[in-house]
Structures are given as C-alpha cells and as structure tokens.
C-alpha cells in the first residue's frame, strides 16, 4: 500500500507540471524573443515564431534539442546571468527564474509544440498625436475663449475624456465663418485640431492660429487661403496633418513650410504648386507625404493614355470600310454599261 501510495503521488506530480506549450512557453516568446527572432527580424539567422522554423535553428545550429535541456543553446542563453554578452533577451528584462524553469521543463518533456500555433510578437502600442505635447494647465482666458465659441455655435471639445487637449470645427458654419468668428481661437493654446475647411478665413484671419504650439492637426480647405497666410504657421512645431485642397497656396509658400519638422501629411489638391515646388518641400522633409490628387496618383497617366488611344484607332478602322463602299457603288454603275454592249453585239 505505501509503495503505491508514492507512486500515486509521483505521477500526480508528474501530471500537475506538465508544460503545456501555448499556457505557458508561447506567452514568453511574444514579450521576449520575436522582436529578435520573429518573422521581421532573424538575429543570427533564428526564428521562434513556428515550430519548423524554431527546430531548425540558426546559423549557430540547433537551439532545442528536445528532451535535452542541458544541451539546448536557448535555454542556456535565457539562464544566464544578467550583463552577459548571450543572455536572451538581450535588451529589456532577463526572463524570471519560474519562466526559465518552464521552457527548461518543455524541453525536457520532448519540446511538445502544437502543429499550426504560431507566435507572434507583440504590437507595439499605438503611439499617441499628442504624446509629444507637454500637458499644462490652461491659462484662465482660454474658458472665456470657449465660451465665446458656443455662443457663436463652436464648441471646443476635449478630443477625449481626461485630456486637456481640445478640438474645434467650424465647419458647420460655413462662409458665416470669418476671422471675427475665429478669434478667440488665440486663446485657446490647448488646440490640437481645428478645422476651418470651407469657412471665409483670410490669410489676416490666419494670424489667431499662429500661437497655437501645440497644434497637430489644421483643415483649410476650400478657403481663400494664400501663400501669405501660410508665414501664420511657423511656429507650429507640432503641425503634422494640414490640408490645402482648393486654395490659392504656390510654391512660394511651400517654403513657409519647410521649418515644421513634424509635418507627417501636406494635401495640396486644386492648388497652384508645380511638380518642382513639391519636389522642393519633399526634400526639405523628407518623411512627409504630399498628395496632389490624381495627377500624381501611381497609374493615373496610364489610365488617361489608354482611354484616348480607341480614338486614334478609330480613323484607321473607318477607312477600308469607307474603300469598299465606294468600290462597290464604282461597280454597280458600271453593270448597265456592259448590258447594252453585249445587245449590240448579238445585232
């Protein structure tokens, strides 16, 4: 009774640390092994994300050997001491002693990995417009401000809940929408997107954004904008979206432009810039997208060249046919010719 007692109890031991791979292993190689060894990057030639590629290895040979832990090169590495030179990973936090003695139990256990369980490494957390912008606490003229936005039917919204940062749209209003109307918008530093697309803002009007610092995101739109209401947005380190589709803007005042470091997007669709003005502030910033619309879409000449070629052809197929037309009326008045000939013959 005793001897089987243990080996009860052995076998309950056995069964309750047992590794399963997708519980336990493939948790840890997303945070601590594929930004190196994923499918983007193969440091050293090693994969982990799939069972075919991890079994392979590296350049170095064979990193698991199943059964053998103590012969398996990616749990010696994991093991090693903080500050080694091998030690995975080898940036951020050392694997815990618990999650190396679990990849040390799966290997000895025969490295089980489930046909068709893929890893896959962790994506990053999206990355926050604002998170460049220094928080603060916003100077009592701004409520004043906002107040005289509602009353002229703006309202300066937070962009979302716990945020200082706020949103205005004018939109709505239309051409009732001048530079009177915008005004107060100087006060309101914690601004990160206005829109004012289709409004009747001048380049004067212009001049209550240019305190705005902390501005990512400006619609013009469909405005009577100019290159001189873009000198306005110097100092708008923060700018990275601005639209300037169906404005009056030049290469000339693309060059007000090239001092906004952040500008990730510039729409210049129905403006008077040339190829070489956009040739210009692409090299001045190079991480910028321009868009021109369709004239500078990929494709877009093919497709225009396609539609007029039918046309050239056209002419060429008409004219044989025109040919054999006036060939065949030819004939037709010949034949009442050749009749009376033939009468005169049998005369």
């Known amino acids: ?44 030639d090693l994969r982990l994300d799939t069972k075919e590629v991890a079994m392979k290895g590296g350049k170095d040979g064979v990193v698991i050997v199943a059964g053998q832990a103590d012969k398996s090169d990616l749990y010696r590495r994991v093991s090693l001491p903080e500050g080694s030179d091998d030690i995975m990973p080898n940036k951020g936090d050392p694997l815990t002693k618990a999650q ?7 290997i000895n256990q025969g490295a089980v990995w489930p046909e068709g369980v893929v890893a896959k490494a962790e994506e990053p957390a999206p990355v926050s417009p604002y998170a460049e912008l220094t928080v603060f606490k916003p100077a009592s003229a ?7 936005l509602e009353a002229a039917g703006v309202t300066a919204r937070p962009v979302a809940m716990n945020l200082v940062w706020r949103e205005a749209n004018f939109r709505s209003l239309g051409t009732n929408a001048t530079d009177a109307t915008i005004a107060p918008v100087k006060d309101i530093l914690t601004l990160v997107d206005l829109n004012l697309g289709g409004t009747k803002i001048s380049d004067a009007g212009l001049q209550a954004v240019a305190g705005l610092t902390n501005l990512v995101t400006l619609h013009l739109e469909h405005t009577g904008v100019t290159d001189a209401g873009l000198a306005h947005l110097k100092k708008l380190k923060h700018l990275a979206y601005l639209n300037l589709f169906d ?16 500008l990730k997007r510039v729409y210049l669709w129905e403006t008077k810039v040339t190829t070489n003005g956009t040739a210009s502030l692409q090299a ?36 044989p046919k025109k040919e054999e037309k006036k060939e065949e009326k030819k004939d037709d008045n010949k034949a009442p010719e050749k009749a009376p000939e033939k009468k005169d013959a049998k005369n």
């Open 1 to 44: 009774m005793g001897v089987a007692l243990v080996y009860f109890l052995a076998f309950a031991v056995g069964a309750q640390t047992k590794v399963d791979f997708v519980k336990d292993i493939q948790p840890v190689f997303p945070k601590s092994c594929l930004q190196c060894h994923g499918a983007e990057k193969q440091k050293g």
């Open 100 to 106: 190396t003695d679990l990849i040390k139990d799966w």
């Open 142 to 148: 701004e409520a004043g401000a906002v107040a005289k």
């Open 247 to 262: 404005t009056k803007v030049t290469d000339h005042g693309l060059e007000q432009l090239k001092e906004l470091a952040g």
């Open 284 to 319: 001045a910033l190079p991480k910028v997208m321009i868009s021109r619309g369709w004239e500078n879409e990929p494709g877009a000449k093919k497709e225009e060249s396609k539609k007029e070629e039918p046309k050239k052809d056209e002419p060429k197929k008409d004219e």
